[in-house]
């Protein structure tokens, strides 16, 4: 009979369980916002690289079809995209990560432009979007 008296019963008390969730749920509270802001840089960072990639073909273009200053890149009848996309190793892009439209003026003068609404999507993670 005393050899039942002495069984130990090991197990986590209550006490202990809510201390581990409670850790667990801080270090997701600190890392959380950590992600999001990285995951904000990163979207902003692929936007920029795209619009380049995308100025340097308009460029490369202008050079070798011998277009001037003031060309419209993206006329209505959108004539000169596939001639430009040729340029690209990628296929031309008219919407960027968060489904905002590039805008395009002419040879030039702010070939491509981020639409306001993706930068202000991405405000308040350091972007410098410089001349788009």
Known sequence: MISKMKRSNSAFT?????IVVA???????LAIPGFVKARKQSQGRRI???????DGAIDQWAINTGQQDGTVIVDPAGSNVPAISTY????WETTD????SYSFGNIGFQQVQIST???NALSGVNIDWGSY
Not at 88 to 91: D, I, Q, R
């Open 117 to 119: 609404a993706t930068k």
């Open 88 to 91: 690209l190793k990628t296929a």
């Open 48 to 54: 920029i690289n795209d619009a380049r990639q995308m």
């Open 23 to 29: 850790i667990i749920g801080l270090l997701a509270a």
């Open 14 to 18: 209550l006490v202990e369980i809510m």
């Open 97 to 100: 990560l968060l489904n905002n």
